[in-house]
């Protein structure tokens, strides 16, 4: 089992950037493909983006593209979202995802305007 753990978020002026980490605890990722997802108050849960942990394919939602990037420290066993030219409606809490089963606690990023 691997405990994914997030930190980075804050608060940030629109058009500024926030890195976001998501360690794994208890394992490593290997063989996992790993995801960032985002909730917002009265919003469901969202895809963001995801990176294969072995091939390092990426994927995002249409909404973050050209804004964010998803990287990977196999070193360090660790994946990245890089995001820039932050809006407000990038405000949510941002949750690590690990194959699609297991959830970090989440980390705020607030963007103000």
């Known amino acids: 089992q691997v405990q994914p753990v997030e930190s980075g978020g804050g608060l940030v002026q629109a058009g500024g950037s926030l890195r976001l980490s998501c360690a794994a605890s208890?394992?490593?990722?290997?063989?996992?493909?790993v995801a960032w997802f985002r909730q917002s108050p009265g919003k469901e849960r969202e895809f963001v983006a995801a990176i294969t942990w072995t091939a390092g394919a990426r994927h995002y939602d249409d909404s973050v593209k050209g804004r964010f990037t998803i990287s990977r420290d196999i070193a360090k066993n660790t994946v990245y979202l890089q995001m820039n030219s932050l809006k407000p409606e990038d405000t949510a809490i941002y949750y690590c995802?690990?194959?699609?089963?297991?959830w970090g606690q989440g980390t705020q990023v607030t963007v103000s305007s």
């Open positions: 995802n690990v194959d699609q089963t297991y």
């Open positions: 208890g394992r490593t990722f290997a063989t996992y493909a």
